[in-house]
């Protein structure tokens, strides 16, 4: 028995590889800032890859667990080089403000489909880009304030964040 709609398992399917490159996203940035012997910062971002993984991995098993079928699409690769942290760290707070619109776009279909099951399962995701966005806004504006010639400011502040 599919207890999902065509209509939604077809959007979480792309949102499975929205996930999977927004994780390749952050290993790019995670390196930029390995290469810059900013460890704290490349820490923070093999993180998010990781999470971002688990997440696309959510909807996958949301996906088998209500008889759909699962098609991840095609990746792009990602951005691989920056000129500045901030504009990696710009990069990576618009891809979270991207992903909150996916995910409210998710809720819509599911509402409009009177799917109880994935609005449960979609409200998750919902509450979780607000920790996305806010972390990342505020990463952003440490940066702004720091400035690139002290970010070693800025790894001293995620040490004493954690």
């Not at 927004?22 to 012997?37: L, N, R, W």
């Not at 691989?80 to 760290?89: L, Q, R, V």
């Not at 990069?91 to 909150?100: F, H, M």
């Not at 409200?123 to 002290?150: C, D, H, I, P």
Request: proline share 2%.
């Amino acid at each position: 028995m599919t207890m999902i709609s065509k209509e939604l398992c077809d959007e979480i399917n792309a949102q499975v590889g929205r996930e999977y490159g927004a994780s390749f996203q952050y290993v790019s940035i995670a390196t930029y800032f390995d290469g810059q012997a900013l460890r704290k910062l490349a820490d923070l971002f093999y993180k998010q890859a990781a999470e971002e993984q688990e997440h696309a991995m959510k909807f996958v098993r949301y996906i088998v667990d209500t008889g759909g079928d699962v098609v991840i699409p095609p990746v792009a690769a990602p951005k691989a080089k920056f000129a500045s942290a901030e504009e990696a760290i710009a990069l990576a707070l618009k891809w979270e403000e991207e992903v909150t619109a996916q995910v409210n776009h998710l809720m819509d279909v599911a509402v409009a489909k009177k799917d109880y099951l994935g609005q449960q399962f979609l409200a998750w995701f919902v509450t979780e880009q607000l920790e996305e966005v806010s972390s990342m806004q505020t990463l952003l504006q440490v940066v702004q304030r720091a400035g690139e010639k002290n970010l070693l400011m800025l790894e001293a502040y995620l040490t004493h964040a954690d």
